[in-house]
């Protein structure tokens, strides 16, 4: 089995910064892309920032210039720096990771961490 840990969230005023860090361990091979989400009550899950194998990274648009997603495969750990936080930007936020857990397959699994909860006051 695959356990995603997030951390890092908390209160902070707008303007403000914080770094989210997902920790992965258990049966991993590789893994494949990674990303964050982030949801709110009443809302479906959205995706904020992806980042592949290869580096490349994707984020939304609400997000661009302000965010930055990051990742260190040797420490399997997997970072959301978010500057500039908004008061919309207020939500639970989730580490998800596709993992290849097989080095005699192509299978691989999708795994979600808990969330870590960020609030942004205005």
């Known amino acids: 089995q695959v356990q995603l840990v997030e951390s890092g969230g908390g209160l902070v005023q707008a303007g403000g910064s914080l770094r989210l860090s997902c920790a992965a361990s258990g049966r991993i091979v590789k893994i494949n892309t990674m990303g964050w989400y982030r949801q709110v009550p009443g809302k479906q899950r959205e995706l904020v920032a992806g980042i592949s194998s290869g580096g490349g990274t994707n984020y939304a648009d609400s997000v661009k210039g302000r965010f930055t997603i990051s990742r260190d495969d040797a420490k399997k750990t997997y970072d959301l720096q978010m500057n500039n936080l908004k008061p919309e930007d207020t939500a639970i936020y989730y580490c998800?990771?596709?993992?290849?857990?097989?080095?005699?397959?192509?299978?691989?699994?999708?795994?979600w961490g808990q969330g870590t909860q960020v609030t942004v006051s205005s």
């Open positions: 998800n990771a596709d993992v290849l857990v097989n080095a005699h397959s192509d299978y691989t699994a999708r795994f």
